[in-house]
């Protein structure tokens, strides 16, 4: 093993592409496990995380690692393909050690990890040689406290001045959460998935209100419900608010009713309401699973204010293929349901046109009370990506959209089941 350093530090690592020797790519590198051999002995890495196609996160061995370096990481041979389970002697730098708050041997006080160097040693191990900390706020003493002093708040300092705290003790989540923004939500909570549960919570509280709720739809019910009882109840609330309603009525499905109606009424009325309907509704239909809030439109509409509809930033994909058009009012349950267009047909017709000019007759509306077999059904037979759905009035009450249905016909586990697809270079045995 070679490098054309000898000394790297891990967060400047930190999403590099890991790449075979035939220049082949295996992935992005997510994270660093090391091993706490015990007082006064360097902690060793023993390998890496590194994020695969398919969003799936592995083990790479240190002893398959040919260079690290600013621009690249190069290993040899096949990566095992199974998904990367920490074993109970192992830390993860980022997850663990990154803003963790450690002692200064000398007793000159405290300081909170920023970042990690790792050296490789004579033996071609690779070892935590110094930590990027800066200071806390305890009073120093001593000669060296002082020097340390004179350079600022933030220092470097050598692997064995260096004190861990118990594992248990509480940590800051600000250096992982900056690390990882520019992940999408589904893979910010594959990432949250493989933590421990006192890790995933640190983590979670650290992120904003909306950035939380779009990860939270992505996560296991188990951990939706875990992460949201450890919030107080007022930002609970507003986290919900933050979700899709479908999403936060299934959440709130998992609750106790007391705590479902305390969580409802500090809500804003209107995103209460929402949700409130759909609780009522039997698990497994459409009207269980539909967005209450898709784009409504009155016949004189025109193409041009459908067009500015569709273009809203926080309108999704799926809903944003379609426009219903509906008698007023337009709040859903709207006036009678009178068709919906396509975006396509909208990219043909001027846009002074009006949408009733334009609408698809030929699909029928699913009632709320369908099943969501029927309803995957419809989607695949019409080639949708969402579809309009009715009460027994033919007001419309919402859309249900592709990723709706596929959430509740897959595997409860999908979202840890391991992919049968493999990139180069890895491999699917050990």
């Known amino acids: 093993m070679s490098s054309s350093s000898n000394k790297v530090f891990i967060a400047r690592l930190l999403g590099l592409d890991v790449f075979d020797p035939l220049g082949d790519r295996l992935g992005r590198l997510r994270d660093v496990v090391v091993l706490d051999r015990g007082p006064r ?29 600013s621009q690249q990481i190069i290993c040899s041979g096949l990566v095992n393909l199974r998904r990367f389970q920490q074993r109970g002697a192992e ?20 300081a909170v990890v920023e970042d990690i160097g790792l050296q490789q040693l004579r033996n071609g191990d690779w070892g935590l040689s110094d930590y990027y900390v800066r200071r806390g706020s305890d009073p120093a003493s ?8 004179s350079r600022g708040h933030r220092l470097l300092v050598s692997w064995n001045e260096i004190l861990h705290g118990n594992r248990d003790d509480p940590q800051a989540a600000t250096q992982f959460v900056a ?23 640190e983590v979670a509280v650290e992120l904003q209100d909306d950035r939380l709720a779009d990860v939270l739809q992505e996560l296991p019910d188990e951990e939706q419900v875990q992460i949201l009882s450890s919030l107080d109840m007022e930002r609970a609330a507003v986290v919900l608010e933050e979700m899709d309603p479908d999403d936060a009525a299934d959440l709130l499905h998992e609750l106790e009713e ?4 305390a969580l409802l009424q500090l809500m804003e009325p209107e995103e209460a309401d929402d949700v409130r309907r759909l609780l009522e509704y039997e698990e497994n239909t459409a009207g269980s699973m539909m967005t209450p809030v898709p784009i409504v439109l009155p016949p004189e ?77 419809m989607l695949a037979a019409y080639n949708l990506t969402s579809m309009p759905v009715v009460n027994r009035e033919g007001r419309l009450v919402g859309a249900v959209t592709v990723d709706d249905v596929l959430d509740h016909i897959l595997p409860e586990d999908w979202r840890t089941h391991d992919e049968k697809i493999q990139p180069k270079g890895v491999s699917s045995h050990g």
């Open 179 to 201: 690390a990882h923004e520019e992940l999408k939500p589904a893979d910010f909570a594959e990432a949250l998935h493989e933590m421990s549960t006192k890790r995933r919570l």
């Open 91 to 110: 830390t993860l730098v980022v997850a663990e050690l990154f803003d963790r708050v450690v002692s200064f041997t000398d007793g000159s006080g405290t």
């Open 258 to 261: 007391v705590q479902q109606e």
């Open 301 to 377: 509409a025109t193409v041009a204010e459908a067009l500015a509809n569709v273009r809203r930033e926080e309108i999704s994909q799926a809903l944003a293929s379609s426009v219903y058009v509906c008698r007023p009012p337009l709040e859903t349950p709207t006036g009678k349901y009178l068709g919906m267009v396509h975006i396509q047909a909208l990219l043909r017709y001027p846009p002074p046109e009006p949408v009733g000019n334009i609408l698809d007759n030929d699909l029928e509306p699913v009632l709320d009370t369908t099943d969501v077999s029927e309803v995957s059904r």
């Open 142 to 149: 001593g000669f060296r406290a002082l020097r340390r002093l």
């Open 41 to 69: 002995k360097q902690v060793l890495s023993v390998g890496l995380v590194v994020e695969v196609p398919g969003k799936k996160r592995v083990f790479v061995p240190m002893t398959r690692v040919q260079a690290m370096e």
